[in-house]
């Protein structure tokens, strides 16, 4: 008895097929830029296996969320956003390091990124709130107040470590908050609240950080562990400070070196150490326009990270332009899609949860291009569905799955009510 593939790949047939045209271009892409892997591993198949396994299970992941009412998801905010909390907690104290970044816990013989799970968390509450504090004039004056005590914690543990998702997160809250119809005067008071509290943050990475964050956080964690082994219980606020804001170095070197004015020249630049902007330029500069083929990338044998956060360049050099504008493309199209989807929806809840991973996914992809492209400072977010990783690419499956899901069980607007909207 054959099973249609029907019963499987079921909900909104646009966003599957921009998911599986993304989940092409990640396996073509990661393949070609996994020549650091590929010899650190001595495996010429071992990085594209990898990959392509988790984006199966993230497939797999996908097609069971899409069969869960959407209802069902309001039942497991609180556990998430519990889950996320002390997560969180435990990768500050216990987490590993990698690239001075405490980001990953393991648990059972796996490694995930609990910022990747209270993304999610962070985006079912708001939906959650938004669609709780609704009225015919917009939302309730408190509506701001409670996503404030359901987000802001979480926020502030993930920004001690990953200032960028810190960042991503408000933003698509505030994205959700604009979209949920909260009072435009609120909006403003949040946008200028956020420009002060960028200020003073800035304030504090250049008061803080160190020239040298490398060798600081080698100083720091050697300082540590000289404490610990003299058993000393002597706390210094100096250094309390500096070991929360450990990152504030590495935060302050990438912002200079963005708003910095003074052009180098190429004969003068370093690519020691500057590798990431310098090699991402190289590849954009020598696609011309029309790219390289698939394959093809010279960049990818230099440029850190070029599988992952730094992907978008590799794809610019292999596919050109043509290449550049259908991902940009294909993430646009997902967010109309949710957008459509929301618009058919009959109850708040689902619109605004569908909205808000949609926002999430292209939120994150616009990032991570801006970067590649030399519009932001760099940072270390992965391009959704595209780069290659483990947490985030099945989280990100997932929440292909949760639209899904609203395409599918959502209560559908009559045709009556869509006359009276009109």
Request: proline letters at 3%.
């Amino acid at each position: 008895m054959r099973i249609p593939l029907a019963n499987f790949f079921k909900g909104d047939k646009v966003i599957w097929m921009i998911f599986f045209f993304l989940c092409v271009i990640s396996v073509m892409e990661v393949f070609s830029s996994s020549s650091m892997l590929v010899y650190d591993e001595s495996n010429y198949w071992g990085p594209l296996t990898k990959h392509a396994f988790i984006l199966l299970i993230g497939i797999f992941i996908a097609v069971v969320v899409q069969n869960i009412d959407c209802k069902y998801f309001k039942i497991v905010t609180p556990f998430l956003l519990l889950i996320s909390f002390l997560t969180l907690i435990w990768v500050l104290v216990a987490g590993q390091t990698t690239n001075g970044a405490s980001r990953w816990v393991g648990f059972l013989g796996l490694q995930f990124q609990p910022s990747e799970i209270a993304k999610g968390a962070i985006v079912l509450a708001t939906a959650q709130i938004l669609s709780a504090m609704q009225t015919e004039d917009g939302t309730e004056k408190n509506t701001f107040k409670y996503i404030c005590t359901a987000t802001l914690p979480l926020v502030g543990l993930i920004l001690l470590e990953n200032l960028s998702t810190a960042v991503l997160i408000l933003v698509v809250v505030v994205e959700m908050m604009f979209y949920g119809r909260v009072s435009g005067k609120i909006i403003r008071r949040i946008i200028g609240g956020a420009f002060l509290a960028v200020v003073i943050l800035v304030g504090l990475v250049f008061l803080v950080g160190k020239e040298d964050p490398v060798a600081n956080n080698k100083q720091n964690l050697t300082e540590r562990t000289e404490v610990k082994a003299e058993g000393t219980e002597k706390v210094d606020s100096t250094s309390f400070i500096e070991d929360m804001f450990h990152r504030a170095g590495t935060w302050k070197k990438r912002i200079v070196k963005f708003v910095g004015s003074e052009e180098v020249p190429p004969d003068s630049f370093n690519l020691k150490t500057d590798a990431q902007v310098g090699y991402s330029n190289i590849a954009i500069a020598s696609s011309e326009f029309v790219g390289k083929g698939p394959g093809n990338s010279q960049a990818r044998d230099f440029l850190p990270q070029s599988f992952s956060d730094f992907i978008y360049a590799i794809i610019i050099e292999e596919m050109g332009l043509f290449g550049a504008v259908v991902v940009v493309l294909l993430y646009i199209f997902l967010l109309f899609r949710a957008g459509r989807i929301a618009d058919r929806c009959e109850n708040a809840f689902p619109a605004f949860l569908v909205m808000g991973l949609g926002l999430m996914l292209v939120t994150q992809a616009m990032f991570n291009m801006m970067v590649a492209v030399g519009l932001l400072p760099v940072t270390g977010q992965p391009l959704p569905l595209i780069s290659k990783g483990g947490t985030s690419t099945i989280i990100n499956c997932a929440y292909i799955g949760a639209m899904l899901s609203v395409s599918i069980s959502a209560k559908k607007k009559t045709t009556n009510e869509k006359s009276a909207k009109i």
